[in-house]
């Protein structure tokens, strides 16, 4: 496993629509398992592949109940509505209100290719939003509602 660099705003690396993965090989293996040391490292919540310079559609999260790893994710429900403050490992030093779906299901598939489904609520529902938003190139400071002072 290793830590890999994390990409920041400002790179047009970061605006990209990610493609689906389509082989899960041991190349996918390593890259969720860097992503997750990475995430853990920078002590993230989440981290999405175009932060690591990769455009595939991978996530992983963490909301302090175990890592979730989702490929090809998808959300297929989602309601209500949370207007928390957020940030980004990509966009040191920002913090800013957003509004996120209060619940969740995503669709995705594991790192070996069977897919499952996956409810959130509160914080990990936030997390799914924000982290598949990075594989459409859409950043938290683009629908930034108001910036938080640090
Ligand atoms: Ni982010």
Redesign the pocket.
Known sequence: MAIREVVKYGDEILTKKCRPVEKFDEKLHTLLDDMAETMYEKD?V???AP?VGILRRIIVIDCGEGLIELVNPEIIRQSGEQLEGE?????PGKYGIVSRPMYATVKAQDRNGKEFKIKGEGLLAKAFS??I??LDGI??LDKVIEFIEQ
């Open positions: 993230g989440g981290l999405a932060q940030g980004c490992l990509s966009c924000h982290e938003d990075h950043l938290f």
